[in-house]
């Protein structure tokens, strides 16, 4: 049974211009205490009738069967010393959780006041609907907020990049399902997880503003060691404090928070005297383990695989259950001034959305923490969104793999019906499960071989045959010249990309990936010591399927200190050529400062119209200037 109330104020007091206010004034205090009541009652009643029970005791009412609030209305919850039998609506009657608030309706001029910090034991399910001058506000007291996933509100989700457990339910601390205009002001709350957890979501929304906010996690999934001493046959390391663990038969197993796994053989090693980190690759079967005090370990081998005193070593299971932050099928989204300490899973994933800001985004262990992770795996991953992406004022540092990835998706064409209807298809296991294509969508067929469109339309429908496969019907009849292999990509859902006065740092891959084909800016940042390229231009139809080619990117005034060769490496990934057409094109790389250690600087492969001027390049002595870039199959290079 859903059970609704609503008030908007039928008489027009609201907005009436009374000479005399004080009976509008009494009225209203007596109208939401009366509303105070009505919703405690609702809410014990929708606790028996209309509400979905996802985990434990815990109710999370679907959107459609809420307690409409009749706005402008300031609700209390204390953490600390509420209850959540009062009526929320004074700080004296203050609700403990967030379990009320999770079963109302939030509109326009709405306030959520959360007095204080403390343990959460609840998911902040937030349905909203402000409006752009009367959003909806949760104002967050300063403090520390010990999140326990266990009664969380738990969904299915697929994620792109993100798919090894597609059919498993993931807890989710904080949620915004179908909201417009929501402010949330952290005012320096901190969020620190106790177990796996998707930190936010933010799903079918718009206009959703997130600002001065830390999460971390107690115990991270990323597990460090520091090398002590070394010798012929054993190491002796220390464990950080955060990173329990337990040696059953001479195995080393990591236990975090509801979860456990052994010690695997994929690590990064950071190595503070030379400030820069990489993979490496660890035969941990044949090693044994030995307690030797609560903190120190023995590890011992045959022969030394690598261990010098002083690094410290990170590992971590790369099976990819979660994404830190999630976004889908959403708009106008911002993060701003948000402190990550840690964040486990794909970290923010971007799915399907349109016009996303990151402004003062700090990506770093804590400091005073001796950590040197912060993020299980990328920082910041875009997946077919469209409109303005936007990076500025930021530090993303001390990942497990990219700072930045913003793609499309190849879908493989694997069949046609009538003359305008086409089967395709998600290739990689990691990305399937969600839409691929709207309705209205303009699309391009490409090569798989050559990477090069031969034909655009526009879809008029959309079928799902399974979690992978699609039927789409087009406005204009399929071109006849479909090879076997030969993909699809989504044209619309591609975004513009900026990013300036942001620093990235302590990277063991690429610092950007960029496959986008509209502007991209990025200007006066500080790349330093990216292991792998700096910026990395790829489009790829075999491997990751990640679309598609570009045609406007301008580098300038950025500085590239000692980053991996090639520091701009343009390198789609086809396997033939067609004479007089480049995958890529219109890229301009200009006033940047490069201190290099190897060469070349730039690597371009299928690349038409590159302009490479005005940079300083040091660190080296350059036999040539033709050294510093290495063309393949390109045409049309300026170098000055």
Not at 612 to 620: L, Q, Y
């Amino acid at each position: 049974m859903a059970v609704n109330f609503s008030y908007r104020g039928g008489t027009g007091l609201k907005n009436a211009a009374c000479v005399n206010r004080e009976p509008v004034a009494k009225f209203d205090r007596l109208r939401k205490y009366a509303f105070g009541i009505l919703v405690a009652l609702l809410i014990t009643f929708a606790a028996f009738s209309n509400s979905d029970k996802t985990s434990g005791n815990t109710l999370y009412p679907s959107v459609n069967k809420r307690t409409i609030s009749p706005g402008n209305t300031n609700y209390f919850i204390n953490p600390v010393n509420g209850s959540d039998t009062g009526d929320g609506l004074t700080k004296i009657t203050a609700w403990k959780s967030f379990s009320n608030i999770n079963k109302l309706k939030l509109t326009e001029g709405d306030t959520v006041n959360v007095l204080s910090a403390g343990p959460v034991k609840t998911s902040l399910f937030i349905h909203a609907e402000g409006t752009k001058t009367e959003p909806v506000v949760i104002k967050l007291a300063e403090g520390r907020y010990d999140f326990y996933p266990e009664s969380a509100v738990k969904r299915k989700f697929s994620i792109s990049n993100t798919n090894d457990a597609p059919d498993a339910l993931k807890a989710v601390a904080l949620y915004f399902l179908k909201c417009k205009n929501v402010k949330v002001e952290g005012n320096g709350a901190g969020f620190v997880f106790r177990g796996k957890v998707m930190e936010a979501v933010i799903d079918s929304s718009e206009n959703i503003s997130i600002e001065g906010i830390s999460f971390d996690y107690a115990r991270p999934t990323v597990s460090e060691m520091k090398i002590l001493t070394v010798t012929d046959t054993y190491a002796d390391v220390r464990i950080h404090k955060d990173s329990k663990y337990v040696i059953d038969n001479k195995t080393l197993i990591w236990k975090g928070e509801g979860w456990e796994h052994k010690v695997q053989p994929l690590w990064q090693v950071f190595n503070p005297e030379n400030d820069k980190v990489r993979r490496k690759s660890l035969p941990v079967n044949t090693f044994s383990f030995e307690t030797v005090s609560p903190e120190i370990v023995r590890i011992y081998f045959t022969a030394n695989p690598g261990f010098n005193p002083g690094q410290i070593w990170q590992n971590r299971n790369t099976f990819r259950d979660y994404a830190a932050v999630f976004t889908r099928n959403s708009k106008n989204t911002e993060w701003k001034n948000v402190n990550i300490y840690f964040m486990h899973g794909m970290g923010f994933v971007n799915q399907f959305s349109e016009n996303i800001l990151f402004d003062n985004l700090r990506v770093a262990p804590r400091d005073g923490s001796g950590r040197t992770c912060a993020a299980w795996a990328d920082i910041l991953h875009f997946s077919g969104c469209k409109g303005k992406i936007e990076v500025r004022n930021s530090l993303l540092s001390a990942a497990n793999d990219d700072a930045i990835n913003i793609h499309g998706t190849h879908l493989r064409l694997i069949g046609k019906t009538p003359e305008k209807t086409v089967k395709v298809k998600f290739m990689h296991p990691q990305t399937y499960g969600f839409q691929p294509f709207f309705k209205g969508d303009s699309v391009e067929f490409i090569n798989s071989e050559t990477l090069l469109p031969y034909a655009v339309n526009v879809v008029e429908n959309v079928k799902k045959i399974n979690e992978k496969a699609f039927e789409l019907t087009l406005k204009n009849p399929f071109p006849q010249k479909i090879k076997k292999n030969d993909v699809l990509e989504n044209t619309t859902r591609t975004a513009s990309f900026t990013m300036k006065n942001t620093t990235i740092k302590h990277i063991p891959t690429r610092g950007i990936l960029i496959t986008t084909r509209r502007k991209v800016i990025i200007e006066e940042n500080f790349f330093y010591k990216t292991f792998m390229s700096a910026v990395l231009i790829a489009d790829d139809a075999r491997n990751w399927y990640e679309s598609g080619y570009v045609n406007d990117v301008t580098v300038r005034n950025n500085k590239f200190i000692k980053c991996g060769a090639p520091v701009i490496n343009i390198h789609p990934e086809n396997r033939s050529v067609e004479k007089g057409r480049f995958v890529h094109d219109n890229i301009t790389i200009t006033n940047n400062f490069f201190d290099i250690i190897r060469l070349p600087v730039v690597a371009a492969k299928s690349t038409g119209n590159l302009v490479f001027k005005n940079n300083k390049i040091t660190g080296i002595n350059i036999p040539d200037i033709k050294d510093l870039i290495k063309p393949k199959d390109c045409g049309n290079i300026d170098i000055d």
